[in-house]
Nanobody
C-alpha cells in the first residue's frame, strides 16, 4: 500500500508559476504510470498530465507548453511544474498512481491541493 500526499498549491497571479509535489510513503517504482488530475467547482475531474514508469508523458491540450510532469523514483516523488498560469487553471489538483496487483488494476489517490490563479 502506497499513500500519496500532494503539496505546493496556493494563490498565484496570472502568469505566475507553482510546482506541485506528490510524495509517496513507499517506492513509486511500483507505479506503472502516475498522473495529475484537477477538478474545478461544478466540473468533472480531468486529466492534466501523465507519465509512465519509462518516462513517456502526455498532457491535456490546455496545458501543453506550460506544464511539465516529472518523477523522481529515488525521492519517491512526482512533480508538476506549472508556468504561465491562467485563471482557468484554478482547481483542486490530485495526483494518482496506477499499478497492477495480481493482474488487477489498482489506483491510489492523494488528498488534493488547491491551486488558485487570481489577481
Amino acid at each position: 500500500q502506497v499513500q500519496l500526499v500532494e503539496s505546493g498549491g496556493g494563490l498565484v497571479q496570472p502568469g505566475g508559476s507553482l510546482r506541485l509535489s506528490c510524495e509517496a510513503s513507499g517506492s513509486i517504482f511500483s507505479f506503472r504510470a502516475m498522473g495529475w488530475y484537477r477538478q474545478a467547482p461544478g466540473k468533472q475531474r480531468e486529466l492534466v498530465a501523465a507519465i509512465t514508469n519509462g518516462g513517456i508523458t502526455n498532457y491535456a491540450d490546455s496545458v501543453k507548453g506550460r506544464f511539465t510532469i516529472s518523477r523522481d523514483n529515488a525521492k519517491n516523488t512526482m512533480y508538476l511544474q506549472m508556468n504561465s498560469l491562467k485563471p482557468e487553471d484554478t482547481a483542486v489538483y490530485y495526483c494518482n498512481g496506477g499499478s497492477t496487483v495480481g493482474g488487477v488494476l489498482k489506483v491510489d489517490w492523494g488528498q488534493g491541493t488547491q491551486v488558485t490563479v487570481s489577481s
